[in-house]
């Protein structure tokens, strides 16, 4: 039993403990800026209200490091994998090939008769009006849906001006004249032929390249019988056929490179030739004689000569009136000499018809047209080329100008 004395002494020592403790100020915790390292790098103890670390948040702390870490680490990949080389980095490469090969092959079965062709070095159908594109290969049944072709482009070019260029790399059975495929990509041009690969070239030498296929060569016009240069054009005919003879011209169409020339001899005037002739520093050169034996000649001509503008071309197709033009038409001599315009077929200097229409120039000069509808002939006077061309127009619909001689 604790005595009233023994209670006393220990309340005293109590008491200085207590006092003790308090100026000491053991109890408290350490100030929110208080160094809680051990002097020996360690990490400082973050003090949160209530004098406690939330664990919590130090685990959703760590695991958000984590994650952004992770996002980082994607996104420097993704980024590693823009800067690899084209050809490692996408599959662009096979679809590339896979469009080319699908163009190549519907330009060899059905691009002559569509009147396909490079226009500047592109891929485009004539008759169509238009580019051809990846989705008209897919309506035609010659490439596969679902591609990714977004941005493609159809070239129709000579693979050795391709191969010219640096970055390029054109395999040896794609060298001549063909369908290339190409799309832009990080500011360079990525190209692939029908049997793969082509190379990838700067965006300058893809405009030198399509440069060289330039079809704008001035303005197109008929050219004058009266000017000098259609007697030189003339002439570099004859020196292409080895003989001086004297033609019978139908027209000379031409612009600033290339002119067209359909004429005949003036012992047959139903042996109609149509030849295209390029101008090289004044001089004139045939470069496709006997356009007329060209049932396509659109596309014939554009394979050999791709910068030569096909609106030069007559509109009218000479090979689909190959037997059926003749040097002279006896329905139309006898309505000749049934209206008087004729007494003798002497006075007749130039002729030339097909089954239903004549044309008609006599030694005096004057000009005459018939015309058949059926059996019976008609004849009329006309005062010019031009307005034979129209009298035969407004009966047919079509355009007989090879027929009428160039005024």
């Known amino acids: 039993m604790i005595t009233v004395r023994n209670k006393g002494i220990f309340c005293l020592l109590l008491a200085v403990c207590v006092f003790l403790m308090s100026s000491c100020n053991l109890s408290s915790p ?131 001006d391709l191969a010219a260029y640096n970055g390029a790399s054109v395999s040896s059975g794609n060298m001549n004249f063909g369908v290339f495929a190409v799309v832009k990509q990080n500011g360079k041009y990525l190209l692939a032929s029908p049997s793969g690969k082509a190379g990838q070239i700067a965006q300058s030498d893809y405009q030198s390249l399509l440069a060289k296929y330039n079809q704008n060569h001035g303005n197109i016009g008929r050219l004058s019988s009266a000017t000098a240069e259609y007697g030189r054009i003339l002439n570099y005919i004859c020196l292409y056929e080895g003989r001086f003879a004297d033609y019978y011209v139908r027209e000379i169409r031409k612009d600033n490179k290339y002119a067209v020339v359909v004429f005949s001899t003036t012992g047959n005037t139903a042996n109609i030739k149509e030849y295209v002739l390029k ?109 034979a061309r129209n009298y035969f127009m407004e009966r047919t619909g079509g355009d007989y100008s090879f027929i009428i001689l160039d005024d």
């Open 279 to 387: 101008n090289d520093n004044g001089f004139w050169e045939v470069v496709y004689p006997n356009v007329q034996m060209d049932a396509y000649p659109i596309t014939a001509i554009n394979r050999l000569i791709p910068d030569f503008n096909v609106e030069v071309l007559p509109k009218y197709n000479l090979a689909a009136w190959r037997g059926l033009v003749k040097a002279e038409q006896g329905g139309a001599v006898a309505a000749m000499f049934g209206k008087y315009y004729i007494t003798s077929k002497t006075q007749i200097q130039y002729q030339c018809a097909t089954a239903n229409c004549a044309y008609f120039r006599l030694t005096d000069g004057s000009r005459y047209v018939a015309y058949s509808n059926g059996d019976y002939w008609t004849a009329a006077p006309v005062s010019s080329d031009i307005a």
């Open 30 to 160: 350490l100030p929110p800026d208080a160094d809680a390292t051990d002097g020996k790098g360690g990490t400082t103890e973050i003090i949160v209200p209530g004098g406690k670390t939330d664990k919590a948040d130090e685990r959703q702390a760590a695991e958000k490091a984590k994650n952004d870490e992770k996002k980082n680490e994607k996104s420097d990949s993704k980024k590693s994998a823009q800067n690899k080389p084209f050809w490692q980095a996408s599959k662009v490469y096979d679809t590339l090939t896979a469009v080319a090969a699908a163009a190549q092959q519907d330009y060899k079965v059905n691009g002559a008769k569509r009147g396909w062709m490079s226009k500047n070095g592109k891929l485009y159908g004539y008759y169509d009006g238009c580019y051809i594109t990846p989705d008209m290969l897919v309506k035609e049944g010659y490439l596969e849906s679902g591609l990714d072709t977004d941005g493609f482009e159809l070239l129709l070019i000579d693979g050795e």
